[in-house]
């Protein structure tokens, strides 16, 4: 079992920055792979991006890629989302996800292939 609870969420400019974190509970932090996933009101909840268990590889939707940036201190027990270049668009609440993957190469984009959450963070970026 894993705890996750992420931070750093608020509201921007268009244009703006953000870095949320998604600490971890246990030991057991680097045996997960990781994912950030959004949901704005209305909308399914939706991959944003994914991290390896190691760090090494990782993986975006296109409507991120140039922008975001994830990243992991396993040290830390700490995931990471840096969000540049916010638009309107980024607008909802972001979820930081954790499972054992079948491999240590696996990631993960679907919200079903993940077991464990945390309860979110708003980010709202006006226009």
């Known amino acids: 079992q894993v705890q996750l609870v992420e931070s750093g969420g608020g509201l921007v400019h268009t244009g703006g920055s953000l870095r949320l974190s998604c600490a971890t509970s246990?030991?057991?932090?680097?045996?997960?792979?990781m994912g950030w996933f959004r949901q704005a009101p209305g909308k399914e909840r939706e991959f944003v991006a994914a991290?390896?268990?190691?760090?090494?590889?990782?993986y975006y939707t296109d409507f991120v890629k140039g922008r975001f940036t994830i990243s992991r201190d396993n040290a830390k027990n700490t995931l990471y989302l840096q969000m540049n270049n916010l638009k309107p668009e980024d607008t909802a609440v972001y979820y930081c996800?954790?499972?054992?993957?079948?491999?240590?190469?696996?990631?993960?984009?679907?919200?079903?292939?993940?077991?464990?959450w945390g309860q979110g963070t708003q980010v709202t970026v006006s226009s």
């Open positions: 991290i390896t268990r190691s760090g090494d590889n990782t």
């Open positions: 246990g030991r057991t932090f680097s045996r997960y792979a």
């Open positions: 996800a954790a499972r054992a993957p079948l491999t240590s190469g696996s990631y993960y984009y679907s919200p079903s292939e993940y077991d464990y």
